[in-house]
């Protein structure tokens, strides 16, 4: 059994491997720190599992996943971010993941969740499979950021967070002026007029901690 783990802390994948290799003493475990590389490693070795975070600088972790999803399709992803369910989780099961889990979550269920995916399931936790159910009997309109691609909500996140365009740019790996387009996409999509009113918006809606 080969388990790739793609996040960029160190100490993320360390403890992942270590606890996973107490659950799973036939593992075997690879690392990678960026998505490039570990859309390279899958595409070229054998993984039963691939444990990648979201939140990577340059390639994030969410374009990783479709690229893996579209090139291996029979190899289970199963994401562990340090971002609550209720935004991502939606648009990673969408994207093809096998599943997606905390940071803040037990141990134990990363365990569940591993195991699952290698059987060839899908997991979701309980508190995400009761957001699903009572979505689906309210039958509520999805709010306005449901609607955003990967890349705008997440320099919309950024904004929220108080960075500046010049800034988003050099984390991102783009021109100042794409950056200054998503900004402005992300103003018509929400109906806001200012960056302010963006910052404002995400903190309502529960987009940045």
């Known amino acids: 059994m080969k388990i790739l783990l793609v996040d960029d802390h160190a100490i993320v994948r360390r403890g992942t491997r270590e606890l996973l290799a107490e659950e799973f003493p036939q593992a ?46 029979a190899l289970a992803v199963l994401v562990l971010s340090q971002h609550e369910e209720d935004e991502y989780a939606i648009r990673a099961l969408r994207a093809g993941a096998a599943g997606y889990i905390t940071k803040q979550s037990a141990p134990e269920e990363l365990v569940r969740a591993v195991g699952r995916a290698l059987r060839g399931g899908k997991y979701v936790s309980t508190s995400l499979a009761e957001h699903f159910a009572d979505r689906l009997a309210r039958g509520d309109g999805q709010p306005l950021h449901q609607a955003l691609s990967d890349r705008e909500l997440q320099v919309l996140r950024m904004l929220a967070l108080g960075k500046s365009v010049k800034d988003i740019a050099a984390e991102l790996s783009l021109s100042k002026k794409t950056v200054s387009t998503y900004r402005t996409r992300l103003l018509e999509k929400l109906s806001l007029r200012t960056t302010a009113e963006l910052m404002r918006y995400a903190l309502r809606a529960g987009l940045v901690d």
């Open 28 to 73: 075997q475990f690879e690392e990678s720190s960026t998505g490039e590389e570990a859309v390279a490693r899958a595409e070229r070795t054998s993984f039963d599992l691939v444990i990648l975070d979201i939140s990577m600088p340059r390639r994030g972790g969410m374009v990783a996943l479709k690229e893996i999803v579209q090139r291996k399709p």
